[in-house]
């Protein structure tokens, strides 16, 4: 009985098998009820803390390679170029007509901050990686569909019958859930979903045993 818990919860584990796949095996591999769905939901919600610890790591990634950037030096303006003011040609003879320095007016240099912040933020907009990139498949488009219907709730009560709780999961952090509100949601849903199908996958199973058992007295008795 142990091996086939452990089989079944690294099966509830894995991505795509799910406990969709896994509890109706498993009622039917003769596995008690009880532990098997303790199993499963155990499985599938630890498998969630690799894609939480994932995010996390790219997330902190992102952030330092932003810190980094923004850090450098800027690189608009050659490094030889004044910075204070711009001189125009010295004074032909007379002093009274020679021109004087023209220094950088409050525009100028109002309209050299918009254009460096303008620059940086193209360049922070081409790191964000946006779900609907990333989730191009006919899967992803499932969770984008039912994120923008539906929101974090919808997503978690529906991953496992549309796409899996782990590319769900994923879906839901890159489109601004919390971990905290992500691991809540689909752990509920995990465990609902798990009773659910245990009480349904044990009722089915003892329907077709006494079919069975009357099919066979039946035929049986002729």
Known sequence: MLAELIIAMLLAATPWVELLVVVPLGIGWGIAPIPLAIAVIIGNTVSLLPVLW???????????????????PSDHRPA??????IARPDPVSDSETSPTPVLDSPAASNDA???????DAVRDD???VAPQEEFSTRRGARVR?????????????????????????GFALLAGATRRDVFLWFTTSIILWTIGLTVVSALGMEGLRLLWESLRLYFGSE
């Not at 030889?80 to 003011?85: E, I, K, M, Q, V």
Request: aromatic fraction near 10%.
């Open 113 to 119: 901050a918009v254009e460096e912040a303008a620059d």
């Open 145 to 169: 569909r039912l994120w923008q219907k539906y929101g974090l709730p919808g997503v978690a009560f529906l991953a496992p019958l549309v796409t899996g709780v782990h590319l769900a999961a």
């Open 54 to 72: 994932l995010y996390t790591r790219w997330r902190d990634w992102r952030a330092a390679r932003k810190a980094r950037r923004e850090n450098e």
């Open 126 to 128: 081409s790191e964000i």
């Open 80 to 85: 030889d170029a004044p910075t204070n003011a």
